[in-house]
């Protein structure tokens, strides 16, 4: 009986993954538009749920501008979202993917301030990993001229987020602390870099010890991830620090609320604590929501601690706060022209790299930004990681031990 109930398992999940394919099958034959390549993510879950196929063209409406995609960039929110552990996800199949560069190909009606040519970036309610993508001049901004296609997609979720934390919601101001997380990713790179352009901040930086030659000339104090971050801190600086960033969540919230100095602020911009395996854990998410501390607004009260969150995306696409939006990126487009702040690319990736390029930020291999290249050709051992079906449309499993004899990094920029 127990194998019984397993074939029917093994049989359930396949016609669902068979329907599944029939609706993305449906969306993407529909009518007589033009098609791109596309990513698509079939359902939540592992790897195996990505796949680069066609689908139709979208074409601008009111108020957007057609954009032809040169890069996007890749977040570890991204791996979330394919793994269904956040908060209302669209249906599947769907586009992922949250930022975009590229050039403006049409522009629709009503639609001011672009013309065709022009080289932008742009935030995008999903659908960014397409080779077209449609967006509301509110999320478009045009590019500086030496600004490349590659920095685009590593400036705009980044940089926006880092100087929005720093600067609006913890008022950075000269001789303060900070201290950040994941020092050596795309935000991380950010938030030391826009310190730099305040006099006498000290930053502390927390990351795994393979990154930090890489990055230890960008914060002035860096610690391994691995070790009592909390007590090196405080033999550096006593009284802790004024401004803590957290995209770990878990039991790095209570550490960094301890770390507070008096009027300090405590923000909570991520949780990748909650990532472990490829797929979702419901152990993970538990254990990770279990180790909070449980914040008494008594105790911030009688230690004048501030405790914030920050969601980039959900201030733009629920909160409607385009505008301010909009004055924080003309700043920093201000700063790089100036050459104070300058994005860090990890690497480029083609579009059917797209799980070998997850799997690095899984991994916490990337020090900066990675970039999916929608011009790139793939590497090609990778190739048919992402493409390849079989005759009756399923994807081609890998023999096993092929993982480890594959290149992960096509190209370091």
């Known amino acids: 009986m127990a194998k019984e109930g397993a074939d029917m398992t093994e049989e359930t999940e396949y016609m669902i993954d068979k329907n599944v394919k029939k609706e993305i099958d449906n969306v993407e034959t529909s009518g007589n538009a033009k098609e791109m390549r596309a990513v698509i993510l079939s359902g939540f ?100 001229d030496e600004m490349t296609f590659a920095e685009a997609a590593a400036f705009s979720l980044n940089f926006v987020a880092a100087y929005m934390m ?62 009592d971050y909390i007590q090196e801190v405080k033999k550096i600086s006593p009284e802790g620090v004024d401004i803590v960033l957290d995209c770990l969540c878990g039991e790095n919230t209570g550490k960094g609320l301890s770390l507070l100095k008096p009027l300090g602020t405590y923000i909570l911009y991520g949780a990748s604590n909650m990532v472990t395996g490829e ?18 607004p008594i105790k911030l009260y009688e230690e004048n601690k501030v405790i914030a969150g920050f969601s980039l995306l959900n201030l733009l696409f629920k909160q409607g706060r385009c505008g301010l939006v909009k004055s924080v990126m003309d700043k920093l487009l201000c700063l790089y022209e100036e050459k104070k702040i300058k994005p860090v690319v990890d690497s480029l990736w083609a579009l059917e790299e797209v799980k070998e390029a997850m799997q690095r930020i899984h991994d916490r291999g990337n020090i900066g930004k990675l970039i999916l290249d929608v011009e790139k050709s793939p590497t090609p051992l990778m190739a048919s990681d992402s493409t390849e079906t079989s005759e009756a449309g399923e994807e081609e499993e890998e023999p096993e031990g092929d993982n480890d004899s594959k290149e992960r990094m096509p190209f370091i920029h």
């Open 279 to 296: 797929t979702k854990s419901f152990f993970s998410f538990a254990k990770s929501w279990w180790q909070v501390e449980k914040v008494n």
């Open 45 to 144: 879950g592992g790897l195996n749920k990505l796949r680069v196929t066609k689908k139709a063209m979208p074409e601008p409406q009111d108020g957007e501008v057609k954009i032809r995609v040169k890069t996007c960039g890749l977040n570890f929110l991204d791996l979330m979202v394919r793994q269904g552990t956040i908060d209302n996800p669209p249906k599947p199949p769907l586009v992922p993917g949250f930022e975009c560069s590229g050039i403006v190909e049409s522009v629709g009606e009503n639609t001011k301030g672009f013309e065709i040519g022009d080289r932008v970036m742009a935030f995008v309610n999903y659908d960014a990993w397409a080779e077209v993508v449609c967006a509301p001049v509110d999320f478009v901004y045009k590019m500086p």
């Open 166 to 227: 720093l600067f609006e919601v913890a008022n950075l101001r000269e001789g303060m602390s900070v201290l950040v997380h994941s020092a050596g990713g795309g935000v991380g790179q950010a938030v030391a870099q826009l310190c730099s352009t305040v006099p006498n901040v000290t930053v502390f930086g927390i990351a795994s010890c393979f990154k930090h030659a890489a990055i230890r000339d960008s914060v002035a104090h860096l610690f391994d991830r691995n070790v």
